[in-house]
Each structure stands twice: as C-alpha cells, then as structure tokens.
C-alpha cells in the first residue's frame, strides 16, 4: 500500500507496478515473469502504460485462484483492484482517444541508435 500511495509523496505516485511484479516474481517466477510478460506486449501494442499495469495484475489473479487457491486468489484481486484505481483516471481516457500514449518500443529504438552512433564516434 506506501509504494501505491507513499504518504512521503501526499498519497500519489509511487512505484505500485514494479513493487507488484517483484512480488509475483517472487512468489512465482515462471507465472510472475509471464504476466509482465503479457503486460508489456500489451504496452507495446497499445502504447497505453496504464493498460499494461492493470493486465499484469489481472493476469496473475487469475493464476492466483487457479493455482494458489481461493485465499491468494482473493489477495490479488484486491491488488488488482488498487492498480485500476490508481489507474482509472487514465483507463477512462483510452476509450477516449485523450490517453497519453508511450511508444516504448521507439523509445528504445531510439536509444540504441543513439548507442550505436557513439560507439561508432569513439572507434573513429
């Protein structure tokens, strides 16, 4: 809960996403490391950050229920249910067409070629 809302921040930002995926990463990593998996294609495809933090969520509840029991299961539902929360502002935006858009894949496309020019300017 202090990394969704950190009292140090007035309650908002915070670092819920990657907190959320270090603890399935730890709790399982092969079902883990698949729902950050199927996030970020999804962040990839759509470009919409906020749909992909809700999708790593709502994948591992699923696993949760399934393989973990009805308990865990409902643990990470109520996560789930905190990151569209946090979320909801920019979820309701999507459909909108006023969602911001990160093309994370051009982002790092980008920066190898920038790499890649300097690395070339230092052999030179």
Same mark, same amino acid.
Not at 82 to 88: A, E, F, K, Q
Not at 95 to 105: R, S
């Given at each position: 809960m202090g990394h969704?809302?950190?009292?140090?921040?007035k309650f908002k930002g915070g670092k819920g996403v990657?907190? $959320?995926?270090v603890g399935y990463f730890i709790l $399982?990593?092969?079902y883990g490391l698949i729902a950050m998996l199927i996030g970020m294609? *999804?962040?990839?495809i759509s470009q919409y950050l906020a749909l992909g933090a809700v999708v790593i969520t709502?994948?591992? *509840?699923?696993?949760?229920?399934?393989?973990?029991?009805?308990?865990?299961?409902?643990?990470a539902l109520l996560l789930a249910l905190?990151?569209?929360?946090?979320?909801?502002?920019a979820l309701k935006q999507i459909?909108?067409? *006023?969602?911001?858009?990160?093309?994370?894949?051009g982002a790092?496309?980008?920066?190898?070629?920038?790499?890649?020019?300097?690395?070339? *300017?230092k052999k030179s």
């Open positions: 969704n809302y950190p009292l140090w921040l990657v907190t $959320s995926c $399982s990593p092969f294609v *999804t962040v990839f709502l994948v591992f *509840t699923g696993y949760a229920f399934v393989a973990l029991g009805s308990e865990a299961g409902v643990i905190i990151m569209v929360s946090r979320n909801l502002k459909p909108q067409g *006023t969602a911001e858009k990160n093309d994370v894949l790092i496309r980008q920066k190898l070629i920038a790499l890649t020019a300097t690395n070339r *300017t």
